[in-house]
């Protein structure tokens, strides 16, 4: 009987425990299914989510291929060269007016092995002829590079400036031929003085019973007048010509040395003390040496002219930014501000022998190699004329 009654309190017991077992099963299976729900919620929350932000990508997908290819077409249409270089230097693309311009191969290629190829300096910064046959036609473009991200990768846009070129070159053209007819009057009253003076002197020596003395001191003068007819002639052909004809590296250093080897005895012989000072390091230009070396002595001349024995007559050079600057100063007469304006006009001088073009030459050479010449000047207290210039780089000289 007690094993029996043993035997039915055990069964009492796991039948207590299983319930109790089932009742905490029933309630994680309650927890389970609500984490189960909750988690599904959010699962659709996020899918929401997701397809809104899907949404959104597409769209700004579908902006941003349609701004490409508005892009593309732009870049197509534009008349402008446009080359898109890697942080390497490398050719990634470019569009048909650049292919146009520089012709193939291109992309791939080192921008440095094209330019050399392709491009050639002029004496105006940033502006190249395009070598041909490329083109089929002469080209002039101006070159301007910049930097689009911290990489490195760079834009460079070629501009097709030769109509302006050319109208330019026309219009400087018809100036100065503008300018001739305005002086053919002024030239006879030159060419006829010293002309007729030079006859004078010569028809004395065709006198039998002129004397030795007499006949060399007017074979002199005859001469003289003759070479300052050859001097005008000489000076009016510069002006015309108007064009710098050389497109080669001018270190200024050393044309400034050779110029010093140049004028400095004649300034001696005059009673003059001539200054140099140099400041240019390793500055240099591009164009014609000897059109600049001229018209740096033509302003020397002038000093000269200018300044009476024991006068100081100074060149300096220096670089300022992207300019050279070369000055020419004198402790002369000076010259009235009311001709300041008149001194560069061809055939006006204040000089007796002057032939008045040789300030004209100098502006002509100077704005030839794309700078501009500045003067001040005070009455007994002397002149500068100042020279700025565009400095030419390494890679434009390459």
Known sequence: MKGA?????????????LEQAFALFSEASAQLAGAYHELQQQ???????????????????????????????????????????????????????ARAMLGEPLVGESWERVAARALRPTSTPHDWDVAPPLSGR???????????????????????????????????????????????????????TPLATAMLYTAHLTKPALAEADRLRFSDKALARLRHLEQLIRDMLSFVKGETGGRERVDIASLLAELRQVV??????RGLLFELDDRSGDAAVLGDRKEL?????????????????????LV??????????????????????????????????TRAEGTGLGLAIVRNVVQAHGGRVEMKSVPGQGSEFTLRLPVTSDGEQQ
Request: glycine residues 8%; contains cysteine.
């Open 5 to 17: 009654a043993l035997a039915e309190d055990e069964k009492q017991v796991k039948a207590e425990e």
């Open 43 to 97: 699962v659709e929350g996020l899918t929401a989510e997701l397809a809104v932000a899907n949404g959104e990508l597409r769209r700004q997908y579908l902006e941003k291929e349609a701004l490409s290819q508005r892009l593309g077409l732009l870049l197509a249409a534009l008349p402008a060269g446009v080359v898109a270089l890697s942080g390497e230097g490398v050719v990634e693309e470019v569009n048909p007016a």
């Open 138 to 192: 002469p080209l002039r473009v101006n070159v301007v590079t910049s930097h689009i991200d911290p990489a490195g990768r760079q834009i460079v846009l070629l501009h097709d400036v030769t109509e302006a070129y050319e109208m330019q070159q026309e219009l400087q053209r018809h100036q100065r031929l503008t300018a001739m007819g305005e002086m053919a009057a002024r030239l006879a009253h030159q060419l006829r």
């Open 264 to 269: 400095e005895p004649q300034m001696v012989q």
């Open 293 to 313: 070396t001229g018209a740096l002595i033509n302003l020397l001349e002038n000093a000269m002219q200018a300044c009476d024995a024991g006068g100081k007559v």
């Open 316 to 349: 300096r050079g220096e670089r300022a930014g992207g300019e050279v600057v070369l000055a020419v100063a004198d402790t002369g007469r000076g010259v009235a501000e009311a001709l300041h304006e008149r001194l560069f006009e061809p055939f006006f001088t």
